[in-house]
């Protein structure tokens, strides 16, 4: 019980150190949960999109490129043994207008009379359908817009040859449950008939859910019906439709893991700096528990207890504190992917990887100290500390560093190379970096002397004695200086990459974005592609006004099988000869449209990665007439639906996957002439219900994105340099206690407060610019491995460039950061009793 009031009275005695340590703890876990929160939340949106419309259904049958195909298919798939029922429907992302206002939502075709064998409806006002005619609106969609029973409302649809927007009356309203909660409630039900006539054509589809028998096997049944299906149809679970929305999630998980990785390293760092400082400063203290019985098992237990209880509270902290970041993570992907952002989940897992990581890293940074302590004698305890200029650290740590800095580079080169796995190559990355931590000591001294020689014009006098102090400590200096080298490295290697990534987005899409106005219905889903289609027929109209020099259409096919991944595929016409609108790998514009109308293909990096094709290689897509292949005729750096993409001419993707509608019309005009065909787009697209978007809108939404994500950068930065400012705080507090009676003998001797400000300054100014010099020069070597590896690891060829005013930003802020942090001990330190200060030992 003794021991326990000693660790409550030490941390009351100073809460400083103890709430330092519990935030840094705490931010480590933070970033743990919140980056899982996050991540297991969009995956979980992502899957279960498509299972709320899939209701009971275990399997499902659809179209290659999401088409249309006859419902006769129906019948012949209800005669396969262990199929229980066979329920079709027709699924179009379209837009309704109601009073002077456009709604995007899914319509959904569906035949009341075998519909609830696959999903489930509650009618909470008025009917379900009305002599086949009406639509359903979920109740609180409809209270939102201001919709009510009996009011008419108009729906696009893509069919040709008939008007844009067609009119419906709402016959009822749903509870929002099963069908009517997806895309909360943007969803409107319409009969089976109706939907075919506004969105497919007669007797024809784009799903069949299967219900299954009791007990049957759901491989088994699939491959039956696999057996009957015709050519172009494909049965699968309903689950397999968010294989894209996963696969688009693999550079954004690396980065964050890598984030996540370090500031659990850097935690670490200033966790076992605080407890070494500890031991330092109760030196006195143990010894005298020593001396009067207590054993060396009793102490080494006492310091590992309070680890455990300073990372237990910690986790529940960073638990906190994470499910915050959850949300804040969530906003920053949806202001990235420009979607809704789904509810945040509240899996167990990572909680249960943060009640786990948190105290056991507490506990083994106690564990050093504490091992420490055990080998002290009481009587070398009790007497006074007299410190060695220039002692040197332990030779085995530098070995251990050396070794550690050898294998994991080994490791990541060998992850990099595919002789490993790939995903091993951040851990290996996170282990090289924090290698160098354990080689600071080594190099401590002479780059002590190089920066006290290099500030010496500044620092005079005074940072002689503040060097001179810096050396004492080599490891705590050491460990000091390696927090400062964690955050900035991770600072400066993360935020050269995302700058230079984010230039390449700005240089694609000024390259992609090749129309002066954009004419679709609605923005779409960048995760999958999704989108209202248009009639071909608005193309003629807004080729015949005056002064439009060229107009091309793109239409997304999403749900593509390319060589085994799930991809989309971009139909396009080619038709602007100056402007191929594609951002080519190593290609002549002029030699891949020529491709391109040939019948060739163009496939984004990624995709051409992860399946293992290059140029003159063939893809295999499954089109509506069975498997087909295709010749890569060139690579393209595409950021659109994670790169997994295939760029196609129109004409070829209309005879492979029977297409109809366009997503988006890409209008050019004369230079003259584009304030007039703007007025005229804008009536035309007034008149239909479109969206017009020019040039510098698309240039200004990418210019949001961009600044948010730059200044989230800047965010994260701050926050690393903000938890190593309080090490440095932490470690200059220490450095003042330990120097209480030598200060008392400096301000004797004539030293003025001035001159012992300047010298705690200068201790702070020289660990900063160690800390700092070291991660400016890791950081860039971390981005120029990041750069290597993107293409290795993701498909994406991030440039590497050096970005100076980012590097003089952060060195800056850093420095400032620092000198800001030891204004505190440089008071404490001149504000001395010096007759107190001269009895003290």
């Given amino acids: 019980m003794i021991f326990w009031k000693l660790t409550a009275r030490e941390l009351r005695r100073r809460p400083g150190r103890a709430l330092l340590t519990l935030l840094s703890i705490a931010i480590g876990m933070a970033a743990v949960v919140s980056v899982s929160l996050g991540t297991a939340t969009t995956r979980q949106a992502s899957k279960q999109m498509f299972e709320m419309i899939a209701g009971r259904a275990a399997l499902q ?45 899914l319509a959904m075709g569906i035949n009341p009379a075998i519909d609830r064998k696959a999903r489930d409806y509650e009618l909470r006002e008025g009917e ?52 009517a909660g997806f895309n909360k409630g ?263 002397r190089a920066v006290t020689w290099l500030l010496s014009p500044v620092l005079r006098l005074e940072g002689r004695l503040a060097h001179r102090q810096v050396r004492r400590r080599p490891i705590r200096t ?58 071909t027929e608005i193309q003629e109209e807004i080729r015949h006004i005056p002064g439009v020099s060229n107009v091309d259409t793109i239409q997304i096919i999403s749900g593509v099988d390319a060589a085994g991944h799930a991809a989309v595929v971009a139909a396009r016409q080619f038709s ?29 990096t990624v995709l051409a990665q992860y399946a293992g094709v290059k140029v003159g290689d063939s893809i295999t897509l499954k089109t509506r ?15 659109m639906v994670g790169g997994y993409i295939v760029y196609m001419q129109r004409a070829v993707a209309e005879r492979s996957f029977g297409i109809e509608g366009v997503d988006a019309f890409l209008v050019n005009a004369a230079p003259g002439d584009r304030a007039d065909v703007q007025t005229a787009l804008e009536k035309l697209c007034e008149q239909n219900g479109l969206m017009l978007q020019s040039n510098a809108e698309l240039a200004r939404l990418i210019n949001t994105i961009v600044n948010g994500v730059v200044g989230g950068l800047w965010g994260i930065l701050v926050l690393a340099l903000l938890v190593a400012a309080f090490g440095v705080a932490n470690t200059l507090t220490m450095n003042v206690l330990e120097q209480t009676r030598e ?36 950081g860039v070597t971390l981005a120029f491995l990041i750069s290597r590896d993107t293409m290795a690891l993701l498909g994406y060829p991030v440039p590497f460039i050096v970005q100076p005013v980012f590097l003089t930003g952060c060195f800056v802020a850093g420095l400032a950061l620092v000198l800001a942090a030891a204004l505190l001990p440089a008071e404490r330190a001149a504000r001395l009793d010096l007759l107190i200060a001269l009895q003290y030992e």
């Avoid at 400096?746 to 991660?775: D, E, H």
Wanted: glycine share 10%; with cysteine.
């Fill in 625 to 639: 007439g069975g498997d087909r292949t295709f010749r890569v005729g060139g690579l393209v750096v595409d950021y």
């Fill in 478 to 535: 050491a460990l000091t200086a390696g927090v400062l080298y964690i955050a900035v490295t991770v600072g400066v290697g993360l935020g050269t990459t995302i700058i230079n990534n984010v230039n390449d987005v700005c240089k694609w899409s000024h390259q992609t974005l090749a129309g002066d106005f954009y004419v679709r219905a609605m923005m779409p889903d960048t995760a999958t592609g999704v989108t209202t289609r248009v009639p």
């Fill in 576 to 604: 602007d000869p100056h402007n191929l609108g594609l951002d080519l790998l190593e290609a002549d514009p002029a030699t891949m449209r020529q491709d391109l109308l040939a019948g060739e293909v163009v496939v984004g």
């Fill in 128 to 179: 379900f359908f009305k002599d086949g005619n009406g639509i359903l609106l979920e109740s609180h969609f409809a209270q939102a817009i201001g919709a009510r029973v009996g009011d008419e409302v108009k729906l696009m649809t893509p069919r040709p040859r008939s008007p844009l927007l067609k009119p419906a009356r709402i016959v009822g309203l749903l509870t929002a449950r099963g069908a």
């Fill in 186 to 448: 943007g969803v409107v039900i319409l009969p089976l008939p109706l939907a075919e006539r506004y969105f497919t054509g007669r007797g024809n589809i784009t799903a069949i859910d299967l219900v299954l028998e009791d007990g049957v096997n759901e491989t088994t049944v699939a491959e039956r019906i696999r057996a009957v299906l015709p050519q172009g149809l494909d049965v699968h679970s309903p689950a397999t439709r968010t294989q894209l929305a996963k696969e688009t999630l693999t550079s954004l998980e690396q980065g964050l893991l890598l984030a996540t990785v370090l500031a659990v390293a850097l935690g670490i760092c200033i966790i076992l700096n605080t407890f070494l400082m500890n031991v330092s400063e109760r030196r006195r203290q143990l010894a005298i528990l020593r001396a009067v019985g207590a054993t060396r098992r009793q102490i080494v237990s006492m310091l590992l207890v309070e680890g455990l209880v300073l990372g237990v509270l910690g986790t529940v902290l960073g638990c906190l504190l994470g499910i915050g970041g959850g949300y804040l993570l969530m906003s920053a992907i949806t202001r990235l992917y420009v979607a809704t952002p789904p509810p945040v989940g509240f899996p167990w897992f990572p909680f249960l990887l943060a009640g786990v990581l948190g105290p056991t890293v507490a506990v083994v940074a106690a564990a050093v100290p504490a091992l420490l302590t055990a080998r002290i004698t009481p009587v070398e305890a009790m007497q006074p500390l007299v410190l060695q200029e220039g002692s040197r650290s332990p030779p085995w740590l530098t070995w251990v560093g050396i070794a550690l800095l050898a294998v994991s580079g080994a490791m990541e080169h060998a992850s990099v190379r595919g002789w490993l796995l790939s995903s091993l190559s951040v851990y290996f990355t996170v282990a090289f970096i924090a290698a160098v931590v354990l080689l600071i000591p080594l190099v401590l001294d002479p780059l002590a």
């Fill in 61 to 105: 049958i659809t179209a290659e490129g999401n088409g249309a195909f006859p419902k006769t298919v129906v019948s012949t798939v209800e005669r396969v043994p262990g199929v229980k029922a066979a329920v079709p429907s027709v699924q179009r992302f379209t837009k309704m207008r109601f009073e002077h206002k456009l709604f995007p939502l």
């Fill in 743 to 778: 200060l008392a003998l400096l301000r004797v001797v004539a030293m003025t407060r001035r001159q012992v400000r300047k010298m705690v300054l200068s201790q702070a100014g020289i660990i900063g610019v160690i800390g700092l010099g070291l991660g400016m020069l890791f």
